[in-house]
């Protein structure tokens, strides 16, 4: 697969550098709207720095991972497709449900393999865990846990512009949320409060929430999200049914552990996403392929950035209207 | 101290037993509806079978630990005040707001020592938490996350004359949060389902729940109950602040770890409230007779069970109406 | 049963309170060399002071606990077995071989109920294990690592009539050695040396030491030994087989974890053989009144006792001549 | 770095996998003694097969990987030095202390980069805890103990030109001994038993075994081997000092932990080498490059070859004779 990178960021980065060290996928070229980012990234790895026009111009190119900002989301998406491009999409298409579903629209008409960046589907831990409960290890699941805080809040101008802490974090519990119960989620209860930095509270958003998700079989599942865990990346999830019960925890660098004092110490999680999920991205990219090779859905696809999107706005109407909210009245 | 014990069911059992090992309490009587379990149990420990009524008339008896079935709680602790004698009772004082009102109201018109059976509180694992968090270890506390799962369902008939499982069962986590957040809950929002027993469900109650309270401050407490945890008693605590995060994990006989097939395997949880919590037990003995002797209030009193009825009442009123439920609605 | 105790120091007031807390036996009575220790142990229980002879001369004197100094044992071990009386010695009968045979003689002469104090035999743990590897847990035990740690090593004029590390501190671990292989050991290497402190050298003893033991059938068991574990009591076994392994760790006391600055940081291991050993001591005085009453033989007694002091003798001769040294040798 | 790889076995395979995922080094040939496996490999990564000869006299190639057959190894090793390459040898350099001295006499002739396979040097946690002690974290180092026991027993004839288990297995945990203890090791005690498979012993081997290390600060070292630990590869490392104790564990694949029947599930140790030390393959070509292009020594070289020899054969002679060796006799 001949691969065109569209956004020379940190996660662009990140992609660009799991691509070169997978002898299935090539970097085709790099692109961005700051021609010396594309400039460097593509140095790097030896490749051309080219317009995104240029990109779906060339018909060497076979697919297009889109890593720029979120608002260009939707409209590379949409080229992407009527260009009859692969496309491994970061997350969310787009900040809003109207213009979310165009996309999807496009994606109709023009059907291509669609990929949506859901890295945590990939992470081994909780693709471990999701195929326990398959494969019935804990009977009949009843309840679901799901613990997400980032390390450290982002500035309050980033706030502004995200769509909020359930558009912009929680959108991947809700992802793992949907793809661990596997079936309909009915209703959406948040709290949220601004407990760490006023600056994100005068920008409308909270940087602290609880929400309660039930599902159309009564099944329960909880939501706690931190915009700052001291201590790192704090990525847990525990599954609970008649049969049992799964955990899946956050991970260190090593095993070590040193007894003396203060205690029996190990070392903290990993830090953030970088780190965390590294085999996940690789993971990610491999999926994608494999799902354009052998013209299969990938693990996470558009519809299921739409349905996120739908729970976080769900959620988001929750806590502004301090009610529980049905899924139903988000459309 | 010359204590006398009411009720000679399992619980009151335990407390015999603690009672009879502990150096500075002296078993002066049992009493019981059924007087040949009365008999039995005084016989054992070498001591009268006598009636409730006799207890209090006894001026050689200093206290009473009220055991007996919870309808009874309230009068037995009415007499144990107007009779002068310090009184450990176990939760709830009643299943409505206004017999437990009532029997405050006694109280506060004749003082004695009063200790409520909240059990958890003397938990050695939760209370260094409790002693962590007041040493700042983890900043400002953010949010809290209590599990909390029974080994095994009730029958239905237990269920209908339980008062739900929000007041027979999550009471003692709205306790634990109460005694935890240490500031005033202004919010609780209750989903439940009834998953594990269908005869749970046609007696009017839930068998899996999961709650979320609000502080004044802001701050964020969920509670997830199970009525059945297949793997024993499931008792975790988590405290999450600006600092840092402790978790009191679930206790096990012992630290024996066998590694082969299946995997690495530790023992299961201990398997229920007994064994858990014996050396909580002993603990409330020991803080019971110490503030009787030094005259000050015990850890939990009879406040504290008006409070946790309180929330329980809100949940209740929220899994009813499918909406948030303010406090101060309760009275 | 009514039990007479002689000795009165620190390991003596640890079986008072033990006694105590049995239904099954009666503290009848406390000896100790110095007066004034006896008097106010037996104070603190209600019973009497009285000497050691006045103990063995009493017929309402079911049974003795020998917890004086070491060169006592023997002769108090012997007077007991002579008066019909059951005892319930503390490790080690005496220092050397040809003494420890003498009492045995007396005890043959004079067969009564008699358990040696190897409280480990007892500890819930190494009892879980050695039953996991009779149930055949691990196939065929093939080798076997204990690590045993003090917190801080004793004064060097303790260590002078210790008898040294060996049969002072590593006797506990050549116990643990027989009781879990289970056949009988063949040759020991010791290989010691002077690390923590100088004066313990000077006193012609080690206080870091290592010792491997080979068994009949060539099962391979490592011993570690020091003096000085600045964490705490470090007391673990791992044996491991043709099935698979266990491993007994320290216990905590509780399962608080705290994750912040420096890392993931649990308790220190409990601090020495009082904290953890404390259940130990219970089950020993329950192990023994149960033998005295069925007729049967106690977990240790002793001939473990012997031993495991020629175990220690060999290591100590192998330490004195650097060869290993088969226990033929020994006698 | 240009670099040619010599052996395209298991190991061989392995190295050009990590060679082909380093940006810093180039894969230039691969040769094989047969041709077939050379050019299966060399085409998987599109470079050529060619011969040992080849390799040796092409000045393009900057560096030679030997993969081969133990019995090659100092042969290629000499070969390389003579024609001015940098080497990366699989250990062992040669099975006897004389061959593997005239290797090391031609490369002191001949200098250039020489690194040695010993890649747990390059495992994180055992990289981790190196740096932890050198930091002072456990005070002075005191004792060692390395539990090191492979999956599966090789088959008899492979045990027989091996070396026998001290040369061919042990060798990685003397090379560990040496680079943690980091002072002269002077007395070598080995104990050693057949007890899974008797051909091993036929073979004049044992698949058992117990090496206590004697410092000459007089620190203490104990090495645990098996042939065969039915869970997987079991590598772990433990450092007991003044301070505290330092313990590498064994790595799983995922966190996840499963409760319900029969306990607290985690998953088994990573299977052999290729999984545990994956890491430390690539992490030991990076340090290879870096030696080179810095012209530094790498982090394990011939001479510590020479002296995990050294420390092989004496305990092969002390289990032969059944007596601690000295180094000196070893020369």
């Known amino acids: ?101 165009e996309a999807l629209k496009i994606l109709e008409e023009h059907p291509v393999t669609c990929a949506l960046g859901f890295n945590r589907r990939h992470d081994p831990q909780f693709a471990a865990l999701k195929q326990a409960v398959a494969d019935g290890r804990i009977g009949d699941m ?72 039930v599902t159309a079989s009564g099944r329960l599942c909880h939501i706690s999200n931190s915009r700052r865990a001291c201590y790192g990346y704090d990525q847990r999830i525990e599954a609970f049914g008649s049969a049992g019960m799964l955990q899946a925890s956050n991970e260190t660098e090593t095993r070590l552990r040193f007894t003396g004092e203060p205690g029996q110490v190990e070392e903290k999680p990993k830090w953030f996403f970088l780190e965390r999920y590294a085999q996940a991205y690789s993971a990610e990219i491999n999926d994608f392929v494999d799902a354009w090779q052998q013209g299969r859905a990938p693990l996470a696809g558009a519809q299921d950035g739409l349905e996120a999107l739908r729970l976080a706005d769900a959620a988001q109407l929750s806590l502004l209207e301090r009610r529980p909210v049905s899924l139903d009245e988000i459309g």
């Open 1 to 101: 697969m001949r691969l065109a990178l569209i956004g020379a960021g940190r996660i662009g980065k990140v992609h660009a550098r799991t691509i070169d060290l997978n002898p299935e996928v090539t970097l085709a070229a790099v692109a961005d709207v700051h021609a010396e980012a594309a400039e460097s990234l593509a140095r790097q790895y030896g490749v051309r720095a080219i317009s995104a026009d240029a990109i779906f111009e060339d018909d060497g190119i076979d697919a297009v991972l889109i890593a720029s900002s979120t608002p260009t989301h939707a409209d590379y998406l949409e080229r992407a497709a009527q260009s009859g491009k692969a496309v491994l999409c970061e997350k969310p298409i787009a900040l809003d449900l109207a213009r979310t579903r």
């Open 142 to 213: 009843e309840s679901l846990i799901i613990i997400s805080r980032d390390p450290a809040p982002p500035p309050a101008e980033y706030v502004r512009a995200s769509g909020g802490l359930f558009r912009d974090m929680m959108i991947h519990d809700f992802d793992m949320a949907r793809w661990l119960l596997d079936e309909p989620i009915v209703q959406v209860q948040a709290q949220g409060s601004c407990l760490i930095n006023p600056a994100i509270g005068e920008a409308g958003d909270v940087d602290t929430a609880m929400v309660t998700l």
